[in-house]
Structure formats: structure tokens, C-alpha cells
């Protein structure tokens, strides 16, 4: 046992998961597809302590570390109960977490910091090599279901096939090589947003068209899944920006409703569809938040990158892409 740093990516869902049959455990009404990045990523250390209890820190940029939220420590010290249990250990951990992008802005900061996290804890109890299909379902127990994607690298479906707690875990359709594929995150929002995904999932049911969202899946999973496989982003583009819409039509019409979206978001969904009309391949997706995830190709990325860092709205831009998923050779936080 010795003290492991990883670095896991935020992945951005083509299709959304959003309402749960088990919250806690991350059990999703559907199943969903997402690219792995590569730039947005979360670091953590883990360490086993001689004490009684753990400790969780948040690492600073300049070196220093700070005192996480007290909702933050209980999520993190939960999952480790989880991976306690699952190891049969009664070891503790100090824990220092740091992301390099806004934290809980719709960017899934909870994706890459729980895989992360689970993944560095593995690896601080001697487990690393445990198989993906594990990790995955380790990662989902956090309570962030796309935590159990961030786990593996290009493009990635969870679950794919069985809807038990053993089964539920997710699968890699294609590795990164397979599509390079680019996402220019257009951030209009740093904050962290004011409705938690959790309670999206939560409260997504009591939408009226929540139903309708649940028979037109099945016909757009497919769909997907043949425009990853064919490569083919014209293909694919329409459905993943109609299936963003989707989830935010159901965020806004929840009881009570969500507005995840802020002017900002508007203006780059403007953007996106004049780009197009230029004949730049470009779709845009948000997940819950305001920030927007324009979906491109290699070729069309600089114009893409340019046009929307100059807009008003938008404080900066992140070049994002698809990538291999957690790295180990990492250098240690602490
Ligand atoms: O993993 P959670 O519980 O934070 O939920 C993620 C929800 C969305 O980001 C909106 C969709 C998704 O599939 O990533």
C-alpha cells in the first residue's frame, strides 16, 4: 500500500443521463453515451493514515491546501466508506483533491474528481488493477453516475447492457484513436451552479415530458452509437445538440423547475447554429449548467475556438478533445 495520485478527465454526455432509480447509488432510469476528455481533469492523492479518521483536503494552485465544504468532506469520506467495505479494510486516508477548471459549473467536475478519487484510493489499498468493469461500478457508488464513465477513456456507454448493481457499470464503444473528435467548451458561467444535478435527477420525473424523453431514447442511443462507430459527426451532431435541449426542457418544465441556462448560454447556441450556416461542422451541448460544450472537428476547431472566445458572453474558452482516460504517472499533490 503506498500513497497514489491519479488524474481522471471529465467526460461531456452526447446522451444525458438525468433521473435516477437510485440516487444514492447512482442507479439511472437510461443509459447514456459521453466522450472522455482530456484537458479538464481532476487530481487526487491518497495516502493511508495511522489514525481514526480521514482527512480531506482541497489542494491549492500555489501549493497551499484548503478546507473543503463540509457537504464536499462527507460525499468524499462516504465513497471511501464504500471502497472500505468493498476492500474488507479498515484503513484511513488523507485525501487532497484539485481540479484545473471551474468546480460544479455543469463542466462534471463530480465525474473526474470521484473517478479520481476512487481510482487513487484503489491504488493506496493496492488495488489499481482491479478490471474496468469494476472500477466503473466503484466510481458510480460515489452517487455520481458520471463518475462510472470518467473511469475509461474515448468514447464510453453506461450501462450497456444490465440494470443490477453488479451489472451497472460502463463500457468503452470505441477508444479515443478511434475519432478524433474536438470539444470547444465556451465557459459563460464560473460559479457553482444553484441546483445540484442530484436534485435534477431528482426532481425529473415530475416533468410532463419526462415520459416522451424516455420512449424517444432508445432510437437516439442507436443512432449514436452508429455515428461513433461510422465516425460520421454530421450524424451525430443534430442528436446530441436535440438531446441537450431535451434535458434542459425537462430540467425547465420539473417541479419545481430549473434554469440552468443564463444569457450567456443563448448567445453561443446562437453562435453555433450561424457557424453552420457558414458550413463549419459545430453542435453544441450542456450538461446541467450554463456552459456550453461545442462539439467540432479538428478542422473547423481554431475558427470554432476563435469566433466564440470573442464573443461578449463568453470569458474564455477551453480546447477539449477526446481522450485515454485517467493517467497514474501523476506527481503526488502532497
Ligand atoms: O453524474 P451526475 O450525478 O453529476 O449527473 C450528471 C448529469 C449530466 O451531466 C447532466 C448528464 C450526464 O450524463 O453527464
Known sequence: MSKTTVSAPA?????????????????PMNPS????????VSHCTVEVLDGEHDEVWLSEP?????QPTSAFVRRVVQQLDNLRAWAGSREHF????????PSSAGLASSASGFSALTLATLGALGKRNTPPEELSRLARLSGSGSAARSVLGGYVEWPAGGTTQESCHAVQLAPASHWDLR????????GAKTVSSREGHQRAPTSPYYGK????????LEAVRAAIEAADLARLGPILEEEAVDLHLIAMSSHPPIFYWSPGTIAVLRAVRELRQEGLHAWATMDAGANVH??????????IADRLAALPAVGYVIRDGAGDGPDDETPHLF
Open 11 to 27: 467526460n461531456i454526455a452526447f446522451i444525458k443521463y438525468w433521473g435516477a432509480r437510485d440516487l444514492d447509488r447512482a442507479m
Open 33 to 40: 453515451i459521453s466522450m472522455t476528455l482530456t484537458e479538464c
Open 62 to 66: 500555489d501549493g497551499n491546501f484548503g
Open 94 to 101: 488523507r485525501v487532497a483533491t484539485r481540479n484545473n477548471f
Open 183 to 190: 470539444d470547444v467548451i465556451a465557459v459563460v458561467e464560473i
Open 213 to 220: 424523453r424516455l420512449e424517444l431514447l432508445p432510437r437516439r
Open 294 to 303: 461545442v462539439i467540432c472537428d479538428p478542422e473547423s476547431e481554431d475558427e
